[in-house]
Structure formats: structure tokens, C-alpha cells
């Protein structure tokens, strides 16, 4: 492989507690009661404003939303490394990519200048010659801007670049930039790969070696 593109949370960072944690402090603040950890996860992966507005239900308004998704970035800035940790194998495998020359690159949903400060706090930022978020560009994934600008800035081949991720977002963003999808099973979303199967499956980071060296 050319090019390895992850996305963030589920894939390379156990980050659920943490916006469990958030999520519900935006709904207190909005004077609801709190959502078990299972829904929050369901609600994950097609960035923040996406995430409070299905957090808040139907039936709250836009001016709510803005309203709590303001409040939700701001606590979840100040919280967002309190029990979030890198999964299992990721450091290790992520030092052995970077010992072969292989570009690594983040791609998000996440606001960009928060993964950058997360991945800061984790000691991994170093890795990635770039990190994209969901304001990165004009669309989010499933869009495939982000990819293509990855792949434009890193000179690789599309049929030699893997986008690695863990929810059907990720392997339809794969799908619509043309390169191939490698899907975690221990990340959030898991059950969607069962709609949009990805070309690999991996149930511990350390599987993806074999994968990008061959």
C-alpha cells in the first residue's frame, strides 16, 4: 500500500465514555434526561452537529440544536481525553508503518482542530502528515472530497490506498473514492458492515500489518 487513511473514533480511539459523557451534558443542559451509552454509540460517526441533532430528538428545534451543540463542544473540549485511550495494538502497529515509510493520514467526522488535539494528547499526532475533520472540507464522509485531497497531496494510487474504519460510513466513503475499505469489528458500529461489507475485516489492529505489506 501507498496510502493508509483511518478514521478516529472506533477505529484508532476508544472515545465512547467520553462522548456518552458529553452527549449527556448537552441534554441536562437542554433540561432532558440522559441517554444509556448503546443509543449515544448508535448516534456516532456522521460528525457533531449531526450527532446532537439525533441526540435532542425530532422534535427539537434548529435554534435548540445550535444551542446544544455549542454547549456540547465546549464541554466535550474540556473533557475529551478524561477516559478516552488508544485500542489495543494501535501504537505499536501504527510505529510500524511509519518505520517502512508508508503515508498515514487521519479523515474524520470529527471537527478537525479537536481530533488534532486528541491525537496531541494521545502522542500520535506525529504520525499522520495530515489530519482532516468533518469542517475540513465543504461534505462530510461518505463524501469522498476528503480522500481525494489525501490522495492528491500523498501522489498514491487509488487501487493502492486503504481507508480504515469502523462503521458503513467508512467503507461507502472507500467505496465512492475508488480505493479499498478495511473495516475494525471492535470499534462502534460494527453491525453495519453487514449492509456494506468492506474488503477486509479486522478484529485487532495488528490484522492491518499483513494487509498494507502483503
Same mark, same amino acid.
Given at each position: 500500500?501507498?496510502?493508509?487513511?483511518?478514521?478516529?473514533?472506533?477505529?484508532?480511539?476508544?472515545?465512547?465514555?467520553?462522548?456518552?459523557?458529553?452527549?449527556?451534558?448537552?441534554?441536562?443542559?437542554?433540561? &432532558?434526561?440522559? &441517554?444509556?451509552?448503546?443509543?449515544?454509540?448508535?448516534?456516532?460517526?456522521?460528525?457533531?452537529?449531526?450527532?446532537?441533532?439525533?441526540?435532542?430528538?425530532?422534535?427539537?428545534?434548529?435554534?435548540?440544536?445550535?444551542?446544544?451543540?455549542?454547549?456540547?463542544?465546549?464541554?466535550?473540549?474540556?473533557?475529551?481525553?478524561?477516559?478516552?485511550?488508544?485500542?489495543?495494538?494501535?501504537?505499536?502497529?501504527?510505529?510500524?508503518?511509519?518505520?517502512?515509510?508508508?503515508?498515514?493520514?487521519?479523515?474524520?467526522?470529527?471537527?478537525?482542530?479537536?481530533?488534532?488535539?486528541?491525537?496531541?494528547? &494521545?502522542?500520535?499526532?506525529?504520525?499522520?502528515?495530515?489530519?482532516?475533520?468533518?469542517?475540513?472540507?465543504?461534505?462530510?464522509?461518505?463524501?469522498?472530497?476528503?480522500?481525494?485531497?489525501?490522495?492528491?497531496?500523498?501522489?498514491?494510487?487509488?487501487?493502492?490506498?486503504?481507508? +480504515?474504519?469502523?462503521?458503513?460510513?467508512?467503507?461507502?466513503?472507500?467505496?465512492?473514492?475508488?480505493?479499498?475499505?478495511?473495516?475494525?469489528?471492535?470499534?462502534?458500529?460494527?453491525?453495519?458492515?453487514?449492509?456494506?461489507?468492506?474488503?477486509?475485516?479486522?478484529?485487532?489492529?495488528?490484522?492491518?500489518?499483513? +494487509?498494507?505489506?502483503?
Amino acid at each position: 500500500m501507498q496510502l493508509i487513511i483511518f478514521d478516529l473514533d472506533g477505529t484508532l480511539i476508544d472515545s465512547q465514555r467520553d462522548l456518552v459523557n458529553a452527549v449527556n451534558a448537552a441534554r441536562r443542559h437542554m433540561g &432532558l434526561s440522559e &441517554l444509556d451509552p448503546p443509543t449515544v454509540q448508535s448516534y456516532v460517526g456522521d460528525g457533531a452537529p449531526t450527532l446532537i441533532r439525533r441526540a435532542l430528538g425530532p422534535q427539537a428545534t434548529e435554534s435548540e440544536v445550535e444551542q446544544a451543540l455549542a454547549f456540547f463542544l465546549q464541554y466535550y473540549r474540556q473533557h475529551m481525553l478524561d477516559y478516552t485511550v488508544l485500542y489495543d495494538g494501535v501504537r505499536e502497529v501504527l510505529e510500524v508503518f511509519r518505520g517502512v515509510a508508508i503515508p498515514m493520514a487521519v479523515l474524520t467526522n470529527k471537527p478537525a482542530h479537536i481530533a488534532q488535539a486528541i491525537l496531541e494528547g &494521545l502522542g500520535i499526532s506525529n504520525h499522520f502528515f495530515r489530519i482532516y475533520g468533518g469542517n475540513s472540507f465543504a461534505q462530510k464522509k461518505p463524501d469522498p472530497v476528503g480522500v481525494y485531497a489525501l490522495l492528491q497531496e500523498s501522489g498514491a494510487a487509488r487501487e493502492r490506498t486503504v481507508l +480504515v474504519g469502523d462503521s458503513a460510513v467508512d467503507v461507502r466513503t472507500a467505496r465512492n473514492a475508488g480505493v479499498l475499505a478495511c473495516g475494525v469489528t471492535y470499534g462502534f458500529q460494527p453491525h453495519t458492515f453487514q449492509t456494506d461489507p468492506p474488503d477486509y475485516l479486522l478484529h485487532h489492529m495488528s490484522e492491518l500489518v499483513p +494487509v498494507v505489506l502483503g
